[in-house]
Each structure stands twice: as structure tokens, then as C-alpha cells.
């Protein structure tokens, strides 16, 4: 098994960007994703990171086989 994808969504503090990457975890910044195209992208990762921008619907959830 590879290491975990984590897409995040939502601008955070550079540092957590870097603790994430230090945990080994692959990083992906998408900070101005729209709903659609999360919901065609959030398949391929294991994680999302969002704060109040971005709706975690019952969509995504549903779309979201590896979280």
C-alpha cells in the first residue's frame, strides 16, 4: 500500500501543511476547488482537510470511496 493522499481544500498555516508532509502523507493544495470538482476528485484520496469554505455534502461523502 502507498502513502496516503490528503487533498486539502481550504487555505491552513503553511506549518500544517509541513507537519502533514513530515507524517509522510502525500499533499495536495487545492484551496479554491469548486463542489463539482471535489466531488470528481475526493475518490482519490484518503483525507480531505477543509475549514469553513468548503461543504463536506452527503455528495462528496458518497464520492469519497477512500476517506
Given amino acids: 500500500m502507498g502513502r496516503s493522499r490528503v487533498l486539502v481544500c481550504d487555505p491552513i498555516h503553511d506549518d500544517g ?3 502533514l508532509r513530515e507524517a509522510g502523507y502525500i499533499v495536495y493544495l ?3 476547488i469548486t463542489a463539482s470538482e471535489l466531488a470528481e476528485a475526493v475518490g482519490d484520496f ?3 482537510v477543509v475549514r469553513s469554505r468548503t461543504k463536506v455534502t452527503e455528495q ?3 464520492a469519497g470511496k477512500r476517506l
Fill in 17 to 19: 501543511v509541513k507537519i
Fill in 30 to 32: 487545492r484551496i479554491s
Fill in 46 to 48: 484518503d483525507a480531505i
Fill in 60 to 62: 462528496i461523502l458518497e
